[in-house]
């Protein structure tokens, strides 16, 4: 992985977004008029506990859907979305899942929650269906399956990427007694376990550990018990409201010790329900909403003006759902023999793609028949809470976001 220098910027940003375009008219006109549009599942809480972060990610793929069909299509072909909302409810995310595959779709692009995911998983293997994850951020969703057989992808960081980045930084600043809240969902049980293994690595172990339902509304007797062991940082893993219930109750404590945690810090319902507890919170991103380099800004402007808003929420939910069209249509572009099928799917998303200069990172193979996550670690950066918005925490991760990451 290295970083490429941000020169050239506006001509990039105007090829991402135009390679479709250019491809699509080069085809004879009696290719791009009367074809069927192509179907593409897409499937995450657009309703519910989780919407906060399922909305942007809706709505980062429709702005990529929106521009590609602006450009012709894949090759002529409208991209079509067919949307569930699985309201972050593991049930009905199998059932839309199984609808999904009834209906013939060519990918499917979503997930929010890791344990909705995992409840889906098999659905997408078992029909051959290529299915890219781009929140959901639970390490076990790409390796439930051997690489090679594989059809689940990600283009979220994974929990065992996250961990040991946010680990690393808060060793640095002397934090070293962790207590650790998780949620009792899949993805708190994955992510305690990706914490528990980092602080390991640097020979140490949670000085508490506690774990709750989701919905809780008070937490206070935990983070007592917590502030007895000695813990002098709060680890948090949890999605929702329940991140704000433990800023709040620290406040509430006088407890003053920092809440670190991943990506999920950087939601609606733990800055705005957290208000001034949510302070000072550190957490992992791979995109902070700030238009520091002409990618960024381009993508960033298009969604405000679009979806009518003053500001994106969630950046990384709306990037990484963006990216992920792209990637799929790039990766499309390598089929030659016009077989759409899943496996020719799956097999041009394994191997180099025409170089697509998305929001997160420049992509030339994101993926290989091992390796099905996107991300690496080198995209990270840290984030911290700032009079209620998400900026970055070093002032070198904001130097470093003028050069884009590659893989």
């Known amino acids: 992985m290295t970083a490429l220098p941000f020169r050239g910027a506006r001509a990039l940003v105007r090829l991402a977004a135009a390679t479709a375009v250019t491809l699509a008219f080069s085809l004879p006109a009696a290719a791009q ?6 179907k593409i599942g897409v499937i ?15 709505n980062g793929i429709q702005q990529a859907f929106d521009e590609i069909n602006a450009g012709g ?3 002529g072909r409208k991209l079509e979305m067919v949307r569930k909302d699985d309201q972050s409810d593991p049930a009905l995310g ?3 899942s199984q609808e999904l595959a009834s209906e013939k779709v060519s990918a499917t692009i979503g997930f929010c929650n890791t344990g909705v995911a995992a409840k889906s998983l098999e659905v997408y293997q078992s029909s051959q269906i290529p299915l890219i994850i781009p929140c959901a951020t639970g390490t076990p969703l790409t390796a439930k399956y051997p690489g090679p057989d594989s059809y689940i992808f990600h283009t979220a960081p994974r929990d065992s990427i ?9 060793l640095a600043r002397g934090w070293d007694k962790v207590a650790v809240f998780a949620d009792s969902t899949g993805y708190g049980n994955a992510g305690l376990l990706e914490v528990e293994k980092a602080l390991a ?12 339902g989701l919905g809780v509304k008070d937490l206070g007797a935990e983070l007592s018990a917590a502030r007895t062991a000695g813990a002098n940082v709060v680890f948090s893993y949890t999605v929702g409201q329940e991140n704000a219930v433990i800023a709040k109750g620290r406040q509430a404590l006088g407890w003053k010790v920092p809440q670190v ?3 999920t810090l950087s939601f609606p319902y733990f800055l705005d329900g957290a208000g001034q507890a949510a302070e000072g919170a550190l957490m992992a991103q791979t995109f902070i909403g700030e238009a520091n380099n002409e990618r960024r800004r381009s993508f960033l402007s298009s969604y405000m003006g679009k979806f009518k808003v003053k500001k994106v929420p969630v950046p990384m939910a709306a990037a990484q759902g963006y990216d992920a069209v792209y990637i799929l249509v790039y990766s499309m572009f390598g089929i030659r023999d016009s077989n759409l099928s899943g496996a020719a799917i799956k097999s041009a998303l394994e191997n180099k793609i025409r170089t697509y200069y998305g929001v997160i990172a420049t992509y030339e193979q994101p993926f290989t028949k091992q390796n099905k996550d996107a991300v690496t670690q080198n995209m990270l950066v840290m984030g911290v809470v700032k009079d209620g918005a998400v ?3 070093h002032p070198e991760d904001a130097k470093r976001s003028l050069f884009i990451q590659r893989k």
């Open 94 to 96: 199998l059932k839309l």
């Open 73 to 75: 299509g894949y090759l």
């Open 33 to 38: 008029s009367g074809a069927a549009p192509l």
């Open 162 to 170: 996250q961990a040991p980045f946010v680990v690393d930084d808060i």
């Open 201 to 212: 690595a640097k020979n140490l172990k949670p000085v508490h550990v506690a774990r709750f």
């Open 44 to 58: 995450g809480p657009f309703t519910g506990p989780s919407a906060d972060f399922g909305v942007p990610m809706l």
């Open 261 to 263: 945690g991943p990506w």
């Open 391 to 393: 900026t970055y925490a």
